[in-house]
């Protein structure tokens, strides 16, 4: 059976711009009840307006990278919405930098982004879940959680660790009514190149080239979407270089690490 998104309460984090907001844009259509957060309130506003329904929606902004910001997040939904059916752990960052000359740092901040706070959130909603027999977890992870490439050591390792956790979570709940999607993008064209960190923290400050010819959000949303109906455990959505590097390290883990070593994917 199909799952249905009308009236289901779902939390999507990074809908301030990119796949998040076409999320946002495309679960509303279908009758969904949305919590919308990242760090910038005004935008989160902007995306409601273009929402269906936008009175049904909420925002709720906080930052990813403070765990007590995190966590009085989780308290407030709690206590406003009781439960949600739906986790879309969305928002993320990306690198630029060599895995040698990236500070301590900035190692942390990606592993707080793109893991523990969507580890906490999910941890956070899990025991209500458990409790009512049924939610969904969805995680975004990246092609790069499967296939690590040069200037996104850690951002590599915080999606494979990403997908380890929910690989293991889908095995635990696998009884209690509780789904869990992966979603593996390759270059989708958001502002997340912009936005990267370089090691020292900063912003990379462009949009590479392979991030502009990437798959438009509207479209990565759709597809999220329809392995959401069908609670697909994983899904890939990519082209060209990425999706090659998924398949080569799937059929020839060798000739994939000869390929990363030589190919800068960027």
Same mark, same amino acid.
């Given at each position: 059976?199909a799952f249905?998104f009308?009236n289901?309460i779902?939390w999507?984090t990074?809908?301030?711009a &990119?796949? +998040?907001?076409?999320?946002?844009?495309q679960?509303? /259509?279908? &009758?969904?009840?949305l919590?919308?957060s990242?760090?910038?309130?005004q !935008?989160l506003k902007?995306?409601v307006?273009?929402?269906?329904?936008p009175e049904?929606?909420t925002?709720?902004?906080f930052d =990813?990278a403070?765990?007590m910001s995190v $966590?009085?997040a =989780?308290?407030?939904?709690? $206590? /406003?919405f009781t439960?949600v059916d739906?986790?879309?752990n969305?928002?993320?960052v990306s690198?630029?930098a060599l895995?040698?000359?990236?500070?301590?740092?900035t190692?942390?901040?990606?592993?707080e982004?793109n893991?523990?706070a969507?580890?906490?959130?999910?941890k956070? =909603?899990?025991?209500i879940?458990?409790?009512? !027999?049924q +939610?969904?977890?969805?995680?975004v992870?990246?092609?790069?959680?499967?296939v690590?490439t040069?200037?996104?050591?850690?951002?590599?390792?915080s999606?494979?660790?990403?997908?380890g956790f929910?690989n293991?979570l889908?095995?635990?709940?696998a009884d209690?009514?509780?789904a869990?999607?992966?979603?593996?993008p +390759?270059f989708?064209?958001?502002?997340m190149?912009e936005?990267?960190l370089?090691?020292?923290?900063?912003?990379? &400050?462009?949009?590479?080239?392979?991030?502009?010819?990437?798959?438009?959000?509207?479209?990565?949303?759709?597809?999220?979407?329809?392995?959401?109906?069908? /609670? $697909?455990?994983e899904?890939?959505?990519?082209?060209?270089k990425p999706l090659?590097?998924?398949? =080569?390290?799937r059929?020839?883990p060798s000739?994939?690490?000869m390929?990363?070593q030589r190919?800068?994917?960027d």
């Amino acid at each position: 059976m199909a799952f249905v998104f009308k009236n289901k309460i779902i939390w999507i984090t990074g809908a301030s711009a &990119g796949i +998040g907001s076409a999320l946002a844009v495309q679960l509303s /259509q279908k &009758g969904a009840r949305l919590i919308l957060s990242g760090r910038d309130e005004q !935008r989160l506003k902007r995306v409601v307006q273009v929402c269906s329904n936008p009175e049904r929606h909420t925002v709720l902004a906080f930052d =990813l990278a403070d765990p007590m910001s995190v $966590q009085t997040a =989780l308290t407030h939904v709690i $206590q /406003q919405f009781t439960y949600v059916d739906v986790l879309i752990n969305n928002a993320g960052v990306s690198q630029r930098a060599l895995a040698a000359d990236t500070r301590s740092k900035t190692d942390r901040e990606l592993m707080e982004i793109n893991f523990f706070a969507p580890i906490a959130l999910t941890k956070g =909603l899990l025991p209500i879940m458990q409790k009512r !027999r049924q +939610g969904y977890v969805v995680a975004v992870a990246s092609v790069m959680g499967k296939v690590a490439t040069q200037y996104r050591s850690t951002y590599s390792a915080s999606k494979h660790a990403l997908l380890g956790f929910m690989n293991s979570l889908r095995a635990e709940n696998a009884d209690k009514g509780i789904a869990v999607t992966v979603v593996c993008p +390759g270059f989708v064209r958001t502002g997340m190149s912009e936005k990267a960190l370089t090691a020292d923290g900063d912003q990379h &400050g462009h949009m590479d080239e392979s991030t502009a010819q990437g798959i438009m959000p509207p479209e990565c949303a759709a597809a999220i979407i329809r392995a959401m109906q069908k /609670q $697909q455990h994983e899904v890939l959505i990519a082209k060209g270089k990425p999706l090659f590097a998924w398949y =080569l390290n799937r059929f020839s883990p060798s000739l994939a690490r000869m390929f990363v070593q030589r190919v800068r994917i960027d």
